[in-house]
């Protein structure tokens, strides 16, 4: 049971125009939502977050929405550079409480590729 | 301030062999976690702990074991190693204060078991 969904393996896009990456999930608990970027060969790094009462946030050229109805969100990066490409992960944790640890629940994860 | 180390970077192992992973953090943080990342399959938890001498199970804890001895130490053991095994291993921590949601990666050990 999949509850953190990226239903896109690959994006391509052009220098200078914006990514969209998007991400589902299915469980209602999750009460905050964070994207990673992954450069090859190394860790996943934080690269934004957002809390279940928000439905926006942004961080200089990156921006992520949250729509709660439709249990989606999206990661919108403009201008896009040749920088960021990069394998980018969705990730979710449940919502307050004495058992979840900060635990984090991830996406397959979907691979950017900035073209110059 | 080194952040998420991890230890040995590459490793590669005979079916039935045993080995330890290595992970250490110098942030003070009381939640630690090992992940492996296999393709199309995202990070998925192994275990993970929430302070020194505590330690869970995550979604895929067959086949491994851990300890955390140390607050700044977590250790992921394999004792008889199998091809499914083959990986590559992240650690990450984090801290219990919730203000701070984000967890800090190491840069990961890539092993293969032939």
């Known amino acids: 049971d999949q509850q953190v969904k990226q239903n896109s393996p690959s994006l391509s896009v052009q220098e200078g125009r914006i990514s969209i990456l998007n991400c589902d999930y299915t469980n209602s608990m999750f009460d905050y939502f964070l994207w990673y970027k992954k450069y090859p060969a190394e860790g996943p790094t934080f690269l934004i977050s957002i809390s279940s009462i928000k439905d926006k946030n942004e961080d200089g050229r990156f921006t992520v929405f949250l729509n709660k109805s439709a249990k989606h969100l999206s990661l919108h990066i403009v201008p896009s550079q040749p920088g960021d490409s990069a394998v980018y992960f969705c990730a979710a944790r449940v919502g307050a409480g004495g058992t979840s640890y900060g635990k984090l629940t991830f996406g397959q994860g979907t691979i950017l590729t900035v073209h110059p | 301030n080194a952040g998420v180390t991890q230890t040995p970077k590459f490793r590669v192992l005979k079916t039935g062999q045993s080995m330890t992973l290595l992970c250490a953090q110098d942030m003070n943080h009381e939640y630690m976690y090992w992940y492996r990342q296999d393709p199309g399959m995202g990070l998925r938890l192994i275990h993970y702990s929430v302070g020194e001498g505590t330690t869970a199970k995550g979604e895929v804890p067959d086949g491994y074991n851990v300890s955390r001895l140390k607050k700044q130490n977590f250790l992921l053991g394999l004792e008889s190693a199998a091809p499914s095994q083959t990986s590559v291993y992240f650690c990450?921590?984090?801290?219990?204060?919730?203000?701070?949601?984000?967890?800090?990666f190491g840069p990961g050990t890539r092993l293969t078991v032939l």
């Open positions: 990450a921590s984090s801290s219990r204060d919730r203000r701070y949601n984000e967890q800090f």
